[in-house]
């Protein structure tokens, strides 16, 4: 990698990890969005070290956003508002992975919610029609490959409902070290104070806009 490519990385990096922790004002289609899909990153590898843990990542963010309620968990894109991604990582920027393996192919899952709702999904592959960049479909079978990214857990939140949702930009983004372990889940932590402190400030403001 080139001098010019490296700085380019890490100024990305430094505003990627500002981004989740600065205050941020949601648009109103994301207050208002009922439905989410989460996702493991379309470029994400199975690290070599721990193979299952951005499965883990997954599954932990979807059980915590059935158990807060807030959501409706969906396994389809094309009814999904929002768009989550995940990606553990692995504490160095370099990590050697292997793409396109068995991570890719989601088993049936009965997952507990509030009330004592059960929710039942599966998923097989990679979500459809998420990017239009994505060069890590299952069908390139399994595959070495060198990662380049946050040593950081990440959580991204994107726009559904249009096409190749995850080529636009996040319109909010948390990376910090272990935000993605269990039990405590820190990145869904902060999401669910950012909804909040939005919803706030949208009824203050609709509140100062009556006559």
Not at 115 to 123: A, N, Y
Request: aromatic letters at 4%; a neutral charge; proline letters at 8%.
């Amino acid at each position: 990698m080139s001098r010019i490519s490296v700085l380019v990385f890490v100024a990305w990096l430094a505003a990627s990890v500002c981004a989740g922790k600065e205050k941020v004002i949601l648009p109103a289609d994301v207050l208002n969005a009922q439905t989410v899909l989460i996702v493991i990153q379309p470029e994400a590898g199975e690290p070599l070290t721990d193979p299952d843990a951005n499965r883990r990542a997954q599954d932990d963010v979807e059980r915590a956003l059935t158990k807060w309620g807030r959501f409706q968990v969906v396994m389809s894109s094309q009814t999904a508002d929002l768009i989550i991604t995940v990606r553990k990582g692995t504490g160095r920027m370099v990590t050697p992975s292997i793409g396109g393996g068995p991570i890719d192919n989601r088993p049936v899952m009965l997952q507990p919610g509030e009330g004592g709702d059960v929710r039942i999904g599966g998923q097989r592959g990679h979500p459809p029609d998420l990017s239009q960049t994505d060069t890590t479909r299952p069908n390139q079978g399994p595959h070495a490959q060198t990662e380049i990214g946050s040593s950081e857990d990440t959580m991204e939140v994107y726009r559904g409902r249009v096409e190749y949702p995850l080529d636009s930009s996040p319109v909010w983004r948390y990376t910090a070290k272990d935000s993605l372990r269990s039990p405590r889940l820190q990145a869904v932590e902060q999401f669910r104070k950012v909804l909040d402190e939005a919803e706030k400030a949208a009824s203050q403001k609709r509140q100062k806009q009556k006559p």
